[in-house]
């Protein structure tokens, strides 16, 4: 356009009202739209096409090539704070920095409670007993005083409930079924295992990223000395909170 003899008014216009709107972040707008304007009011009508002025072609010239270089300006001035803080989480953990005069750190990683804020509240807690429950309703393996029904994958309330499931992971797979099957939602604890079969599956159910539990030592606790059990006969498996839906996609 700056290489034609002449420009269209009503073009030239349309222009300037667009510099005009980036006054407010560009300080030289109204200097550097003079010459433009100057042009305007020399018309005869918004039809006509103008000869530039070397003024006006040298304004829009500045607005072509300089624009870039304004970072605008802040409309309400920036508030004062006496502390700040910084936080942070990933799929691992958390962590937190306040800043005072001596810098205070938090940090974990995530634990039931926290999951319970995230995915909860949970309703039922599926693979459990009266002494590892961690829910008032629960299913468990043998009947109880306190069970809401014994063996989790004979029952047909799933869609009914927002389900905790810890399950022993050979039944990972028979889990995802009744998932599926009742369209359910739940919070699954299952390890990251490429390799077994319902891997693919499960990470098809996840409607987000799957949480990392802390080392099996510390995130599953024998209720016996000396009790083996299943995380235990493995310690390098990583365990992995998986929120999972039934629903189809």
């Not at 002449?6 to 200097?31: D, E, H, N, Q, Y």
């Not at 050979?170 to 699954?188: G, K, M, N, P, S």
Request: glycine share 6%.
């Amino acid at each position: 356009m700056l290489k034609r003899p002449t420009v269209s008014a009503r073009l030239l216009a349309r222009i300037a009202g667009r510099c005009i709107s980036m006054m407010a972040a560009v300080f030289p707008a109204k200097l550097k739209l003079r010459n433009i304007y100057r042009l305007l009011n020399s018309r005869m009508s918004w039809d006509e096409a103008m000869p530039w002025s070397p003024e006006a072609r040298e304004d829009l010239s500045w607005w072509l090539t300089s624009l870039d270089g304004w970072n605008g300006r802040l409309l309400v001035p920036p508030a004062s704070c006496d502390l700040q803080l910084s936080t942070d989480a990933s799929e691992t953990g958390w962590g937190a920095t306040l800043s005072t005069p001596v810098a205070q750190t938090a940090s974990g990683f995530w634990r039931p409670e926290q999951l319970e804020r995230m995915f909860g509240p949970h309703t039922i807690d599926r693979f459990a007993s009266l002494s590892t429950a961690l829910l008032p309703v629960y299913n468990s393996r043998f009947r109880d005083p306190g069970t809401a029904g014994v063996d989790a994958l004979g029952q047909n309330d799933w869609q009914q409930h927002n389900n905790f499931i810890n399950p022993p992971f050979r039944l990972v797979a028979r889990v995802l079924d009744a998932v599926q099957a009742q369209r359910a939602e739940a919070t699954l604890i299952a390890p990251m295992l490429p390799g077994q079969p319902w891997m693919e599956r499960l990470r098809r159910l996840s409607v987000c990223p799957p949480l990392r539990l802390p080392p099996v030592t510390q995130a599953c606790i024998p209720l016996l000395p000396h009790q083996q059990i299943e995380p235990h006969r493995n310690r390098r498996w990583t365990l992995f909170a998986w929120r999972i839906s039934g629903e189809p996609g």
